[in-house]
């Protein structure tokens, strides 16, 4: 009889301390995406476009943790599926009716620009990857390097649109999309500028 009591408590023990780490467990988890979440956040202030920032990156918290690098590269990312997309839209819209000469020959060289900033944020992440060890100065500044020239033809891009004889509603959906392509490939530059300081 005794021997099933002590059965019975040593059952129960485990079961409470089974069910305290559960709970602990459980708690944790929040917090651990709330801290993700926060680092972001504050990494983001450092950006030209902090909210963009926040509100493009927040969603793959878990993946980026609390890592400077993570951060940087889910940013390049980020910059390059915009780009991608951007770029796409932007070859349908070339080929569509009632453009002027003028805004065709916008467009064409706006899809040029685009595909050397997908070329430069492509190279860029793949360096990313490899950022680690003794070569960690020169990977770096050549993944500076390239975001810089992918933010340069976005600029020349956002320009080839400034001008009055671009027709309204083109001007405005396309110019919108680059500029938004522009910040984010701003932000990414001064997250990956940030993890270049922190490794000095």
């Not at 902090?50 to 969603?59: D, E, G, R, T, V």
């Not at 999309?177 to 300081?197: P, Q, R």
């Amino acid at each position: 009889m005794e021997g099933s009591c002590n059965n019975h408590y040593n059952f129960v023990t485990a079961f409470l301390i089974l069910l305290a780490f559960t709970t602990a467990a459980s708690a944790a988890r929040p917090a651990t995406g709330h801290i993700n979440t926060e680092f972001i956040r504050t990494s983001c202030k450092s950006t030209t476009y902090p909210n963009l920032c926040f509100s493009s990156l927040s969603s793959r918290s878990s993946a980026i943790g609390v890592s400077p690098q993570l951060l940087a590269h889910e940013s390049l990312s980020v910059s390059l599926e915009t780009a991608q997309a951007t770029s796409a839209m932007m070859i349908k819209v070339a080929h569509s009716q009632g453009m002027t000469p003028r805004e065709v020959g916008a467009m064409q060289d706006c899809v040029e620009e685009l595909s050397d900033t997908v070329s430069e944020l492509r190279k860029s992440l793949g360096e990313m990857k490899q950022l680690r060890g003794r070569d960690f100065d020169m990977k770096i500044s050549d993944i500076q390097t390239w975001v810089s020239a992918a933010l340069t033809n976005e600029d020349t891009c956002t320009e080839e649109f400034a001008g009055k004889a671009m027709n309204g509603k083109v001007k405005t959906v396309v110019r919108g999309k680059i500029v938004e392509v522009a910040h984010m490939t701003s932000n990414a530059l001064a997250l990956i500028n940030s993890l270049d300081a922190l490794h000095g």
